[in-house]
Nanobody, 125 residues
Framework: EAQLVESGGGLVRPGGSLTLACTVS????????IGWFRQPPGQLREGIST????????YYADQVKGRFTISTDNAKTTVYLQMSSLRPEDTAVYSC??????????????????WGQGTQVTVSS
């Protein structure tokens, strides 16, 4: 099973930027995607971005499109989530996960079987 560890969370002011990192190891051949998910307080987990680690194709949820960017390093051992123009409603625990890319629903948590522990992002003045 893949191992994933998130880092980079913290407190940021509205309008600010933050970059999260997901360090990935022991991926299987079936793990074709890394996704970023978040769970705001009292709400369900939602997928916000996924990257096809074979070809680099990125997918974004509407609520983060144009503000967040997902990318990998050349070795594909770290997946980044660059977040800008942050809003209070972006406050959540952010987690990364490894799984199979399903292009019809690339951010559905169901497809991801290995998860990190999560990192808190708080957007507040």
């Amino acid at each position: 099973e893949a191992q994933l560890v998130e880092s980079g969370g913290g407190l940021v002011r509205p309008g600010g930027s933050l970059t999260l990192a997901c360090t990935v190891s022991t991926l299987s051949n079936d793990d074709t995607a890394i996704g970023w998910f978040r769970q705001p307080p009292g709400q369900l987990r939602e997928g916000i971005s996924t990257i096809d680690i074979r070809y680099g194709t990125a997918y974004y949820a509407d609520q983060v499109k144009g503000r967040f960017t997902i990318s990998t390093d050349n070795a594909k051992t770290t997946v980044y989530l660059q977040m800008s123009s942050l809003r209070p409603e972006d406050t959540a625990v952010y987690s990364c996960a490894a799984g199979e890319l399903v292009t019809a629903t690339p951010m559905l948590p169901l497809w991801f079987k290995s998860w990190g522990q999560g990192t808190q992002v708080t957007v507040s003045s």
